[in-house]
């Protein structure tokens, strides 16, 4: 079955980085759009940042600037780098896939920004 699994969540001072990662199997990686998504409690899922087939990218307004979202195709695998944090970025954090009518969640990875 298919199975996204993000990495490298855990606790940052404010201002800090962390880099995840969501290695993905048994799906054609490379014709997926790949986004991160987050949410914190209370509040809705939203999207921090998409990478598509092609390599381009969107972000959410509030992470410009200081995130990076990339995809190595021969790895399965997508990154989402977080610079600059803030504690307002504290969410769990998930990995998305989707093309067409299909689409699959990772399970989530904690991001706990102190300040």
């Known amino acids: 079955q298919v199975q996204l699994v993000e990495s490298g969540g855990g606790l940052v001072q404010s201002g800090g980085s962390l880099r995840l990662s969501c290695a993905a199997s048994k799906i054609i990686f490379r014709v997926y759009t790949m986004g991160w998504y987050r949410q914190a409690p209370g509040k809705q899922r939203e999207l921090v940042a998409a990478i598509t087939s092609g390599g381009s990218t969107d972000y959410a307004e509030s992470v410009k600037g200081r995130f990076t979202i990339s995809r190595d195709n021969a790895k399965n695998t997508a990154y989402l780098q977080m610079n600059s944090l803030k504690p307002e970025d504290t969410a769990v954090y998930y990995c998305?896939?989707?093309?067409?009518?299909?689409?699959?969640w990772g399970q989530g990875t904690q991001v706990t920004v102190s300040s």
């Open positions: 998305n896939a989707k093309t067409g009518t299909r689409a699959y």
